[in-house]
């Protein structure tokens, strides 16, 4: 476990995975009835972009840097504004010194009777996180393998609400492993939303991926990717995406107006594209 999220937190690819975060969780409050987020792959939950980590990659700058300071549309801004605000409450003097993971991004929007299970594998991060959310009894830290977490987690007894799988690619076959995982969670969960990021860094591997999923018989599924460049032949991070399963029914359309403003934002060069697909529809019912 070499990866350390502190170096790329606040990153472009942090943005576009929070922004789809922060819109599903949103829908999910449109009900009264209460709901779960379980976060399997959870980071430490708060990284202080002033960092020796941060700084030493600077990733933020091109990321959450790039975001704070843009222009955006007014439609898209409104989109983004519980995102953005998250990132505000944690930086009061308009300054840009901490970022929100995943875990406090949720936390902030969640309402009082909704709840969020995160899990971490790192113990150092396991313990972090613990730490951050000690007495508080809307959030459960769990240190333990997050696909592990998939199987005894689910279904959460609200039966609403949204599993987060973020793994860090740093092992050969995360995008066959996601596949499989996400069949089995979704057998004992199929109502649940799913949403997946992944890294673009070579676009046959990614086609690959969008090719298993769709042979995998998994109903619903729709890919929300942002490239920031032209597609390199070097293994480099041009892009990534957001795959969800059983999307909100405004995601998509929310998503065409978010997204063309990341990608103008995050682009390189003004190099960004983006692009909304459906990967499976509806179920098709068996007689
Ligand atoms: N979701 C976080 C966010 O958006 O702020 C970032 C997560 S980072 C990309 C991936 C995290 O997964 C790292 O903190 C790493 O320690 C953790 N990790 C690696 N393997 C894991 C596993 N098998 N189960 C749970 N966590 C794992």
């Known amino acids: 476990m070499n990866y350390r999220h502190a170096y790329h937190a606040g990153n472009f690819a942090d943005v576009v995975k929070h922004a789809v ?21 959870a980071g430490t939950g708060l990284y202080d972009l002033s960092s020796e980590e941060a700084q030493k990659t600077g990733e933020w700058r091109g990321g959450v840097g790039r975001l704070m300071d843009a222009e955006l549309p007014k439609e898209a801004r409104k989109l983004l504004a519980p995102y953005l605000d998250a990132v505000r409450v944690l930086n009061p003097d308009d300054s840009l010194r901490l970022y929100p993971g995943s875990p406090t991004l949720v936390r902030q929007l969640l309402r009082s009777r909704d709840r969020l299970t995160a899990v971490e594998l790192h113990p150092a991060d396991a313990s972090l996180l613990k730490a951050r959310f000690a007495g508080d009894f809307q959030v459960r830290v769990i240190e333990l393998d997050g696909w592990l977490a ?25 995008f066959d492993r996601i596949v499989e995982r996400l069949r089995k ?45 032209s597609p390199s032949s070097e293994p480099t991070l041009d892009g990534c995406g957001m795959l969800v399963v059983n999307p909100p029914f405004p995601l998509a359309d929310e998503m065409r107006t978010v997204m063309p403003a990341l990608a103008r934002c995050l682009g390189e060069r003004g190099s960004g594209s983006w692009h909304v697909e459906e990967i499976a529809g509806e179920a098709v019912p068996s007689n």
Not at 27 to 38: A, C, E, M
């Open 21 to 41: 975060l922060a819109r599903i969780i949103e829908y999910l409050k449109r009900k009264d009835k209460p709901f779960r987020v379980i976060d399997t792959h």
């Open 185 to 229: 969670a979704h057998r004992r969960w199929p109502g649940g939303i799913y949403a997946v990021w992944y890294p673009i860094k070579e676009i046959g591997a990614v086609k690959g991926f969008h090719d298993a999923l769709r042979e995998a018989g998994i109903p619903r599924i729709t890919d929300f990717s942002i490239l920031i460049r």
């Open 150 to 174: 998939l199987g005894a987690q689910l279904p959460p007894k609200e039966k609403r609400g949204l599993v987060l799988i973020d793994p860090p690619f740093e092992e050969p076959g995360e």
